[in-house]
């Protein structure tokens, strides 16, 4: 079980962070992907961690301004979300599977997901 949380409101400019934790099984074993869907438009990969000790990897639109971490005490992975934008307004998800390497951003290539969390961002 994937359970999502931190979503909110926030300001632009400002910080967030969502929080994906897993019951049942062990996060580290597994790459995590955090994903976006805006009213209209397709769901887009915004990061993902991989396995073990493996790389981080961003969107364009996000890179430099969210960073992604796990701790393994909490078996939760986090997105720590700064200087927001309005554009950055979206349902957030978190997926976990095992990705072929550079092919992250495919949500079709991560079997479980966890429910989303409504990020808005507006002054």
């Known amino acids: 079980l994937l359970q999502a949380s931190g979503g909110g409101l926030v300001q632009p400019g400002g910080s967030l962070r969502l929080a994906c934790k897993a019951s049942?099984?062990?996060?580290?074993?597994?790459?995590i992907g955090w994903f976006r869907q805006a009213p209209g438009k397709a769901r887009e990969g915004v990061s993902c961690?991989?396995?073990?000790?493996?790389?981080?990897y961003y969107g364009d639109y996000v890179k430099g301004r969210f960073t992604i971490s796990r701790d393994a005490a909490e078996n939760t992975v986090y997105l720590q979300m700064d200087h927001v934008r309005p554009e950055d307004t979206a349902v957030y998800s978190c997926?976990?599977?095992?990705?072929?390497?550079?092919?992250?951003?495919?949500?079709?290539?991560?079997?479980?997901w966890g429910q989303g969390t409504q990020v808005t961002v507006s002054s």
């Open positions: 997926a976990v599977g095992r990705p072929p390497f550079g092919r992250w951003r495919d949500a079709a290539l991560w079997p479980y």
């Open positions: 049942g099984f062990d996060l580290e074993y597994f790459s």
């Open positions: 961690i991989e396995a073990r000790e493996g790389g981080q």
